[in-house]
Nanobody, 128 residues
Framework: QVQLVESGGGLVQPGGSLRLSCATH????????LGWFRRASWKEREGISC????????YYLDSVAGRFTISRDNAKNTFYLQMKNLKPEDTGTYFC?????????????????????WGQGTQVTVSS
């Protein structure tokens, strides 16, 4: 089991950028597949990006592909979601998440929330 703590959310204007961080505590991050999920007020939670333990297979939700980038720093046991060209529809609560090993492809992990541990969430608001 790993404990996850997000940071980096806030209010940003359309077209702006934010980087979310997820600090993990417990087993080394290198043993985990990672994901970022989002819940907006008008829709169910959705997986927006997931990656396998070796960062070889990455999934992005179509609406964020090309704008968002998931990455990790195993030495710091922290992973990130870099978000660029933010749009009002990106507004929501963002959750980081992990699953040990590679039991599922990242797309399956994201689409079916195949997650073992969740962060508490951080709010992102995109508004002028």
């Amino acid at each position: 089991q790993v404990q996850l703590v997000e940071s980096g959310g806030g209010l940003v204007q359309p077209g702006g950028s934010l980087r979310l961080s997820c600090a993990t505590h417990g087993s080394p991050l290198k043993y985990y597949s990672l994901g970022w999920f989002r819940r907006a007020s008008w829709k169910e939670r959705e997986g927006i990006s997931c990656v396998d333990t070796r960062d070889e297979d990455t999934y992005y939700l179509d609406s964020v592909a090309g704008r968002f980038t998931i990455s990790r720093d195993n030495a710091k046991n922290t992973f990130y979601l870099q978000m660029k060209n933010l749009k009002p529809e990106d507004t929501g609560t963002y959750f980081c998440a992990t699953t040990s090993g590679d039991p599922f492809r990242p797309q399956v992990m994201c689409e079916y929330s195949k997650i073992e541990d969740w962060g508490q969430g951080t709010q992102v608001t995109v508004s002028s």
